[in-house]
């Protein structure tokens, strides 16, 4: 399955969050081999948003907020580098709409 409705990509949660060293779980490190950066968060963006595009969702548990689904795939990052990741969406029970949750590297 595809997302094919509205999605919610806070950009809080890519220059608060992924782009920010962190003393555990830093992703900023992972992403920036690939050129996303605190000074371009929207290239980040645009790669969420073309990796929706053409990847399919495994869903993956069900609550009181929603469905999560893990979509796995490649980001193309603008220095020609690309990082397999996994993405989790996160369809809100109240709106249907597919929440951006986070990513992490691909093993």
Same mark, same amino acid.
């Given at each position: 399955?595809?997302?094919?409705?509205?999605?919610?990509?806070?950009?809080?949660?890519? *220059?608060?969050?992924? =782009?920010?060293?962190?003393?555990?779980?830093?992703?900023?490190?992972?992403?920036?081999?690939? !050129?996303? *950066?605190?000074?371009?968060?929207?290239?980040?963006?645009?790669?969420?948003?073309?990796?929706?595009? #053409?990847?399919?969702?495994?869903?993956?548990?069900?609550?009181?907020?929603? *469905?999560?689904?893990?979509?796995?795939?490649?980001?193309? !990052?603008?220095? #020609? #580098?690309?990082?397999?990741?996994?993405?989790?969406?996160?369809?809100?029970?109240?709106?249907?709409?597919?929440?951006?949750? *986070? =990513?992490?590297?691909?093993?």
């Amino acid at each position: 399955m595809k997302i094919s409705e509205q999605i919610i990509i806070s950009l809080d949660k890519l *220059t608060k969050y992924l =782009l920010i060293p962190q003393k555990q779980n830093d992703k900023s490190k992972f992403l920036a081999s690939a !050129g996303f *950066t605190q000074d371009n968060p929207l290239e980040l963006l645009s790669a969420l948003q073309e990796l929706i595009e #053409h990847t399919e969702l495994i869903e993956d548990i069900t609550n009181e907020y929603g *469905t999560f689904y893990r979509l796995e795939g490649t980001l193309r !990052g603008n220095n #020609h #580098h690309s990082l397999a990741v996994v993405t989790i969406w996160l369809k809100q029970a109240i709106d249907e709409k597919y929440r951006f949750i *986070t =990513l992490k590297p691909k093993k």
